[in-house]
């Protein structure tokens, strides 16, 4: 990448670390936010692409990727198992997690406010 489309001899591990709090913070922070905080390390001023990059390496680095914790699952599922406890997994359609999220809203809510 040439320095005029914001190049960094910093590692994009460093660049992640910069802006983890700031994703934290706000998952969908504004890449004008994201650019200032990243200015300080960069040569020039970074592109789209790159703000976008380091804004989904944040996510999963803070968050985890969604994916890959689904497939980890039934291992965890039988690691429980093998320890003595009794673990299953229940897969929902979207119909049936709405209706148990209006449930668990129903049971928490007060009567006065519902």
């Known amino acids: 990448m040439s320095s005029a489309a914001g190049s960094t001899s910093i590692p994009k591990a460093a660049l992640v670390e910069a802006v983890k709090h700031a994703v934290t913070e706000d998952p969908n922070i504004k890449g004008k936010l994201l650019k200032a905080a990243l200015q300080p390390f960069l040569f020039r001023a970074p592109g789209a692409g790159l703000i976008h990059?380091?804004?989904?390496?944040?996510?999963?680095?803070?968050?985890?990727?969604?994916?890959?914790?689904?497939?980890?699952?039934?291992?965890?599922?039988?690691?429980?198992?093998?320890?003595g406890h009794k673990a299953e997994?229940?897969?929902?359609?979207?119909?049936?997690?709405?209706?148990?999220?209006?449930?668990?809203k129903r049971l928490v809510t007060p009567a006065h406010l519902s």
């Open 89 to 104: 997994l229940t897969y929902l359609d979207k119909l049936q997690m709405s209706d148990r999220i209006v449930d668990i």
């Open 53 to 83: 990059r380091i804004r989904e390496a944040a996510k999963i680095a803070v968050f985890g990727d969604a994916l890959t914790e689904i497939q980890r699952l039934p291992a965890l599922v039988a690691a429980l198992n093998d320890l």
